[in-house]
Structure formats: C-alpha cells, structure tokens
C-alpha cells in the first residue's frame, strides 16, 4: 500500500515516478524548459527549508542557554512571521492556481496533487499551534521567564517537526511538479 502520509512516507512514492524517471533532478538545470519561474519557485522553497531549521535551532538555542530570551524573541518574532505568512501564501497559491493547473496537464498525477494539498492542510495545523505556542512564550517571558523556558521545550517539539517534514514535503513536491512542468512545457 502507498505511503501518502507526511509523517511517515521516505519520498515520492515509486508509482509517481513515471516523469522523474525521464527527468531526473540532476538534468533540471540544463532542461530548455527550467524557466525562471521554476528556478523561483524553488529558491522558495530553499528559503523555507533555511528558516524551518534555523527556528528550530534558535529553540534549542534558548532551552540550553545558549542564547538569551530577547535574542530568541527578535528571531522569533521576525524569522517566524516571516515563514508562517510566506508558507501560508504559498500554499495557498499552489493550492487554489498551480496545482489546479499541473492537474489539467496531466490528470495520471492526480493522486499525487492531492497527496500535496493533504501535505499542506497538515502544515496549516502545525503553523497554527507554532504561531500560538511562539506567541504565548514571547508573552511568558514578561510575565514568567520559567514558565516560557517549560513552553519553549513544548514548543522544540513543534519547530522539530517542522524542520522534519517540510523538507520532506518539499522535496516531493518538487520531485512531482518540476518533471511535469519540463514535460508540458509549462511556465516558460
């Protein structure tokens, strides 16, 4: 049975393979079809992957003392907005516009779209909890410092599985969408 699951599945699964065969992610680059567009929306998805890992390393930062309270709230405060607003945009636009339309192209990856779009409402629950539990430790810090330092290893558990399954999401969503575009000639 397929794995379609974001917690557990190790990659694309094989029946989605049928255009990564043909176009495997080394030749992407020198493809007459990896447009601009590709290479943007994938240098999107590099800057999520650089800011899911480093909000989990600036957690592990704080709970070990490695760096101060206020130090951890201008990152977080900053950093995070910054994934949560750009990841739910994304997703969004991937949802209602590019997807829709990978979709019409080649109606075989149908299973595959609607794995991603399963990825992204998993995302949208985790997001949710991340900007609540952050936003609570920064309020904890000006009233409790220890009751933030107990939230913030609540809140390690969430950065971690962030920064355990986006890059998984990620990568099969490009390893999906990259070879159909380079097939269809889409978004040149």
Do not use: C
């Not at 979709?103 to 629950?125: C, Q, Y």
């Amino acid at each position: 049975m397929t794995d379609f699951n974001i917690h557990t599945r190790e990659g694309l699964p094989t029946e989605l393979h049928t255009l990564l065969r043909a176009h495997p992610r080394d030749s992407w680059p020198d493809h007459p079809n990896f447009a601009r567009s590709i290479q943007n929306w994938m240098g999107a998805h590099q800057g999520f992957r650089r800011l899911g890992a480093l909000l989990q390393t600036e957690t592990e930062a704080l709970i070990s003392k490695q760096i101060d309270d206020e130090r951890f709230a201008r990152q977080l405060s900053r950093y995070g907005n910054i994934l949560v607003n750009n990841l739910h945009g994304h997703h969004t636009w991937e949802d209602r516009s590019f997807f829709p339309e990978l979709t019409e192209a080649d109606p075989r990856f149908e299973n595959g779209i609607n794995m991603l779009e399963s990825d992204h409402n998993v995302l949208d629950e985790t997001l949710e909890r991340f900007t609540h539990q952050g936003n609570r430790i920064l309020k904890l810090f000006d009233l409790d410092k220890q009751q933030a330092m107990e939230e913030a290893r609540i809140f390690r558990d969430t950065t971690q599985e962030i920064a355990g399954f986006l890059p998984r999401h990620l990568a099969d969503e490009e390893d999906l969408v990259v070879p159909i575009l380079l097939h269809h000639e889409l978004r040149r």
